[in-house]
C-alpha cells in the first residue's frame, strides 16, 4: 500500500505518465468532459470533495510550469480566482475565454472532476520539470 501522496490510483498513474508540457483538468461538477479524455470522478456529493482539496492535492504531487483558467472567473467566483493566483504564484498564469478553456480541456491527459458546485471552480495544469 502507498504510504505518502495521492492515494488514488488513476491519478498517481496520470501523474506519474506526464512529460514535460503535458495537462491535466481540474474540474467543477458541471465542466464537460470531452469524448477521448480520461475522467476520473472524485465527486461524492455536492461540494465534496472541494476544487481547493483537490488542488492541494495534486500540487503537492506534480511540478507545476503552467496553469490555465477561465477569464470569467475573475468576476464570478474571486475566491477561487485569488486562490489560483497565490497557489501557483510561482508558475505561468494564462486567463482565456470559457469557451476556448473547453476546447483546451480536449488536449488533456486527464479531467479530475471533483465536488465544487461554484461557477469556474476550474483549471488546466501544466506540467513541468524537476531538473
Excluded: W
Excluded at 3 to 17: P, R, T
Excluded at 32 to 57: C, N, Q, R, Y
Amino acid at each position: 500500500m502507498k504510504k505518502h501522496g495521492i492515494l488514488n490510483s488513476h491519478i498517481s498513474k496520470v501523474l506519474a505518465d506526464l512529460g514535460h508540457t503535458d495537462t491535466i483538468v481540474i474540474a467543477d461538477a458541471g465542466l464537460p468532459v470531452p469524448d477521448g479524455v480520461l475522467k476520473i470522478d472524485l465527486a461524492i456529493k455536492p461540494g465534496t470533495p472541494s476544487f481547493k482539496e483537490v488542488v492541494e492535492a495534486i500540487f503537492e504531487d506534480m511540478v507545476v510550469e503552467k496553469v490555465v483558467m477561465a477569464s470569467e472567473i475573475e468576476e464570478v467566483n474571486q475566491e477561487a480566482s485569488e486562490y489560483l493566483k497565490t497557489k501557483f504564484a510561482d508558475s505561468l498564469q494564462e486567463k482565456v475565454p470559457h469557451e476556448e478553456f473547453k476546447k483546451l480541456t480536449k488536449q488533456a491527459k486527464a479531467v479530475i472532476r471533483t465536488g465544487e458546485i461554484r461557477p469556474y471552480a476550474n483549471c488546466i495544469v501544466q506540467s513541468g520539470v524537476f531538473f
